[in-house]
T-cell receptor, first 113, second 113 residues
Framework: QQPVQSPQAVILREGEDAVINCSSSKALYSVHWYRQKHGEAPVFLMILLKGGEQKGHEKISASFNEKKQQSSLYLTASQLSYSGTYFCGTDTLGTGGGNKLTFGTGTQLKVEL | DGGITQSPKYLFRKEGQNVTLSCEQNLNHDAMYWYRQDPGQGLRLIYYSQIVNDFQKGDIAEGYSVSREKKESFPLTVTSAQKNPTAFYLC????????????FGPGTRLTVL
């Protein structure tokens, strides 16, 4: 079952902050975040692992609440380059799943001047 | 330069014909994946492979087939059994099986006429 992302779309003025949420109905072992610009391939942002470990870009901030089966991506002081569609991918199988991810339907983010 | 290549970028086929999409990587990654992307539905996993000569079905494998004879290559065949094959297809690879970022290719847009 796909994780649910919210909001579906958001428009920001440059410099504003945003939070994108990802919620799963199953227990999570890890959450992966990607950004895709129109017509391009998704690009990796961050992995959050059960137990608190994180791997990703220094300028990206995110949280992982294992009990609530949720993750949030924090975009601060937004820039025009942040525009795109953000996807969370959830791993509900752990090491037995071979990094099999189920992606949400995406959050469209647009940053304007 | 290391990366993932997909060819062709655009592909047109008549209904009822099988078509094979190419995916090649020179990143020395063990795992490879195929996703389908439709508007508003995010990324859905078709097949994935953790090692050569082994692959598993994803969430929407019906009407598709794959092979993994070489570490570098993971071609996807869209068969005539796939009821609605028109979509954007993305190939990805990752370093290991667990908790590693996935690198995506540029995608192939398939249109069945």
């Amino acid at each position: 079952q796909q994780p649910v992302q919210s909001p579906q779309a958001v428009i920001l003025r440059e410099g504003e902050d945003a939070v994108i949420n990802c919620s799963s109905s199953k227990a999570l072992y890890s959450v992966h975040w990607y950004r895709q610009k129109h017509g391009e391939a998704p690009v990796f942002l961050m992995i959050l692992l059960k137990g608190g470990e994180q791997k990703g870009h220094e300028k990206i901030s995110a949280s992982f609440n294992e009990k609530k089966q949720q993750s949030s991506l924090y975009l601060t002081a937004s820039q025009l380059s942040y525009s795109g569609t953000y996807f969370c991918g959830t791993d509900t199988l752990g090491t037995g799943g071979g990094n099999k991810l189920t992606f949400g339907t995406g959050t469209q983010l647009k940053v304007e001047l | 330069d290391g990366g993932i290549t997909q060819s062709p970028k655009y592909l047109f086929r008549k209904e009822g014909q099988n078509v094979t999409l190419s995916c090649e990587q020179n990143l020395n990654h063990d795992a490879m994946y195929w996703y389908r992307q439709d508007p508003g539905q995010g990324l859905r996993l078709i097949y994935y492979s953790q090692i050569v000569n082994d692959f598993q079905k994803g969430d929407i494998a019906e009407g598709y087939s794959v092979s993994r004879e070489k570490k570098e290559s993971f071609p996807l065949t869209v068969t005539s059994a796939q009821k609605n094959p028109t979509a954007f297809y993305l190939c990805a690879s990752s370093l290991g099986q667990y908790y590693n970022e996935q690198f995506f290719g540029p995608g192939t847009r398939l249109t069945v006429l």
